[in-house]
């Protein structure tokens, strides 16, 4: 399909086949990943400026990684040591980055909605790496990438995501997405930990999480997001781990071709166990691999390929 749209802000907002797209743009790109050396010139000459004004670690390095690989330079803006400090506004700050000509500016905001308010204020594209608990496109995208990968398909597919629900982008955006894409997606988690009408997504809603992973296909294990809990939801880590923990005995119940995943910063011992975590079955490092392949996917489609530009889709092509 041609692709017009200017920024990548959810999956709320991308239909099937500009899904579609993305995932076979970056199953194209994997083949870079594994040269030695791993570089084409698709973005040469571009600005990829990542803001973000939240901790990150493999997100930001993962967009940084997908741009310099498309030969794009880079800018990583730190709020801590800019203009910010001084009082200037997030929209100001972004104008000034923006009169610099920069292709993409990839976000990430505390605030839900801080990309979208920004892509309708700035002419570049706007790309969401997570938007405080809305959405966090780029790693559904990854994750779908992941599944189909390992399953040849998504449709289907019944995926059970468990955990911290209520405070996840990740979750949002994955269920969003796969359900698009025609998978069955069931949520576990404590209750306070489900929002409330969440159903209203399509989803089936369980507290019991040897119900909800009984012949599951996947099963996306969620971090407790502490930092976003404005108090305690449950009553320790020791009985969280008993009762919402993923263990070797309890991936008995799904199918014996089940995969994991999770999203990563993982808490040993508390959603997930060692021996599960480091198992085959586990895909969590496929996870981050899959990410440089997305985000590369994704910065090439916003600022590489524009509607007719067949010498960008030859480079790819040929690489």
């Known amino acids: 399909m041609m692709w017009t749209r200017k920024d990548v802000l959810g999956l709320a907002d991308l239909s099937v086949d500009e899904i579609q797209t993305i995932l076979d743009t970056a199953e194209s ?28 670690t493999r997100t930001r390095t993962s967009f940084e990684i997908a741009a310099k690989r498309l030969s794009a330079d880079t800018v990583n803006f730190t709020p801590s040591s800019s ?53 966090h496109p780029s790693q559904a995208l990854l994750d779908m990438l992941m599944i189909r990968e390992a399953k040849g398909r998504i449709e289907g597919l019944t995926i059970s995501i468990v955990g911290d629900i209520s405070h996840s982008r ?30 209203r997504l399509g989803v089936e809603v369980f507290h019991d999480m040897d119900a909800a992973i009984h012949d599951a296909d996947v099963i996306m294990m969620l971090r407790i997001q502490l930092e976003r809990q404005t108090g305690a939801l449950f009553p320790s880590n020791r009985e969280y781990a008993r009762f919402y923990g993923l263990n070797e005995a309890r991936l008995e119940r799904a199918k014996p071709d089940a ?14 166990s060692s021996d599960v975590a480091d198992s085959t079955r586990s895909k969590i490092l496929d996870q981050v691999s899959n990410g440089v392949a997305v985000r590369m996917a994704i910065l090439y489609l916003l600022a590489g390929r524009k509607a007719g530009d067949e010498d960008a889709d030859r480079e790819v092509e040929g690489h």
């Open 259 to 272: 995969i994991i995943m999770h999203p990563g910063p993982m808490n040993r011992g508390v959603e997930i």
């Open 29 to 56: 790109f994997k083949e870079i990943n594994r040269r030695e050396i791993k570089k084409v010139p698709t973005l040469r000459g571009k600005t990829v400026v990542n803001l973000f004004y939240e901790p990150s």
């Open 83 to 135: 203009s910010v400090g001084k009082g200037e506004t997030l929209l100001d700050t972004v104008r000034n980055i923006e009169a610099m000509h920069p292709a993409v500016i990839v976000v990430r905001h505390p605030n839900a909605g801080t990309p979208h308010l920004l892509s309708r204020r700035v002419g570049i594209s706007v790309v969401n790496a997570g938007d405080g608990a809305h959405e």
């Open 170 to 199: 990740v979750a949002r955006s994955n269920i969003l997405g796969l359900k698009k894409m025609g998978a069955n997606v069931r949520i576990c988690g404590p209750a306070t930990m489900i929002p409330p009408a969440i159903d």
